[in-house]
């Protein structure tokens, strides 16, 4: 079992920053693939960012390139995402997803994860 906790959501202006974090915890001997996803009231769940284990490549969405960075800490098992130039749009419940199982695939889909967070609240005000 692993256990995944996010941190640093919040309530910013347009064109803001804030920056969330991700630990996992409760398994050893792994190196996950980790990825953020977002979800909006009466909206699907959408890929944000993801990056590999070893973090040689890391993805983006389109609606975020440029303004969004993913990164990982020394544990590894830890994930970041500085949000930049954020917009109401954005505006959205973001989970951390860690990917422990089967061949990397696209890091894109939710359903390729294994373990997901709780969630935390990202409001931008217009």
């Known amino acids: 079992q692993v256990q995944l906790v996010e941190s640093g959501g919040g309530l910013v202006q347009d064109g803001g920053s804030l920056s969330l974090s991700c630990a996992a915890s409760g398994r050893t001997g792994s190196r996950p693939a980790m990825g953020w996803f977002r979800q909006a009231p009466g909206k699907v769940r959408e890929f944000v960012a993801a990056i590999t284990w070893n973090s040689d490549r890391q993805l983006y969405a389109d609606s975020v390139k440029g303004r969004f960075t993913i990164s990982k800490g020394d544990a590894s098992n830890t994930v970041y995402l500085q949000m930049d130039s954020l917009k109401p749009e954005d505006t959205a419940v973001y989970y951390c997803?860690?990917?422990?199982?089967?061949?990397?695939?696209?890091?894109?889909?939710?359903?390729?994860?294994?373990?997901w967070g709780q969630g935390t609240q990202v409001t931008v005000s217009s």
């Open positions: 997803a860690a990917k422990y199982w089967g061949p990397t695939g696209t890091m894109t889909l939710a359903n390729e994860y294994d373990y």
